[in-house]
């Protein structure tokens, strides 16, 4: 029988994948609480996962109804997607990456709901085979999405552009097609989404700011914004953190055929760019990763 993990209020319960940082000589896996604090808001319970080795992530997702996948200082390694470090003095955390690639793609053919954040939405479309540019500033009828250096987190979290929503897209039967402002720091962005994934909404430089994998059975969205930041003051972070909050409920109790808001059966029972084994992972790095946002 399948165990699962509760509160004493019955609450699902969100893996929430850890970084790797250094403290003194001793590594740590680490989270960040607005991750922990977001999870609450949509109504589950958080549970932060270390590095998990490759036969411990089913194990994992057997305990849990859905997953957040949190933003970070570091970058996704770009061996994943071919090509070399551009900027060595960027932090990296091949650890991270080295779990959180086969546990998106597991989720996500389990039907299990997952949101991704940032850092989160570029490992899953690097998961299935999508590119970044790790430098989008340096990118010709691009803006700089980087936060404004030597400010408080206020000021750097704050509006820095707004995001138009596609009609018709996931995110726009839950926050509708106005224009809102978003928060903006991030270096890496996307460069090619993967096949089976769609455009939700993008920057006004065209830029991919939240996208879904539209062959999957459960809820997914992947914003490149942080909604976590300060989201129970933030009304389209409330109905995003909710709309997630619901389909982690309707998975915990009804499991995978209600787990989405559109379920869609394949005769191969794979999703559009999901490989049937996992992606070869690069050799990771020696040098120790930073955590940030």
Same mark, same amino acid.
């Given at each position: 029988?399948?165990?699962?993990? +509760?509160? +004493? ?27 922990? $604090?977001?999870?609450?808001? /949509? ?15 089913? %194990? ?43 546990? @998106? ?9 997952? @949101?991704? @954040?940032? !850092? ?26 980087? /936060?404004? /250096?030597?400010?408080? %987190? ?19 039967? @839950? ?29 006004? $430089?065209?830029?991919?700011? %939240?996208? +879904?994998?539209?062959? %999957? ?13 300060? =989201? ?14 619901? =389909?982690?409920? !309707? ?12 379920? !869609? ?16 992972? #690069?050799?990771?790095?020696?040098? #120790? ?5």
């Amino acid at each position: 029988m399948k165990q699962t993990l +509760s509160s +004493s209020a019955g609450k699902p319960v969100v893996l929430v994948p850890a970084c790797n940082k250094p403290l003194g000589e001793h590594p740590f896996h680490v989270a960040g609480r607005k991750y922990v $604090d977001a999870v609450r808001l /949509a109504g589950a319970l958080p549970l932060v996962v270390p590095r998990l080795e490759g036969d411990e992530i089913e %194990a994992v997702l057997d305990l849990a109804h859905g997953v957040l996948l949190t933003g970070s200082a570091s970058n996704v390694h770009p061996s994943h997607f071919g090509e070399p470090v551009r900027d060595e003095t960027l932090p990296l955390d091949p650890e991270r990456d080295a779990w959180t690639l086969p546990l @998106i793609r597991a989720a996500l053919a389990r039907g299990m709901p997952l @949101i991704a @954040i940032c !850092r989160g939405a570029q490992e899953f479309n690097v998961a299935f085979g999508g590119t970044l540019h790790q430098a989008v500033q340096e990118v010709d009828g691009h803006a700089d999405h980087r /936060a404004p /250096a030597g400010q408080p %987190a206020e000021v750097q979290y704050g509006p820095a552009h707004p995001v138009h929503v596609v009609p018709g897209s996931r995110l726009a039967h @839950i926050v509708g097609t106005e224009p809102f402002d978003v928060n903006s720091v991030h270096g890496q962005g996307m460069k090619s989404l993967a096949t089976g994934l769609v455009v939700e909404a993008r920057a006004p $430089d065209g830029l991919v700011e %939240a996208f +879904s994998h539209g062959g %999957a059975a459960g809820f997914n969205l992947c914003v490149q914004w942080h909604p976590e930041w300060k =989201a129970a003051e933030n009304p389209v972070s409330r109905r995003l953190f909710a709309a997630f909050g619901d =389909a982690v409920q !309707r998975y915990r109790d009804h499991g995978r055929e209600h787990a989405g808001e559109h379920v !869609r059966e394949h005769a191969s029972g794979d999703l559009p760019g999901l490989p049937r084994e996992p992606l070869p992972h #690069p050799p990771l790095a020696p040098e #120790p990763a930073t955590f940030g946002a």
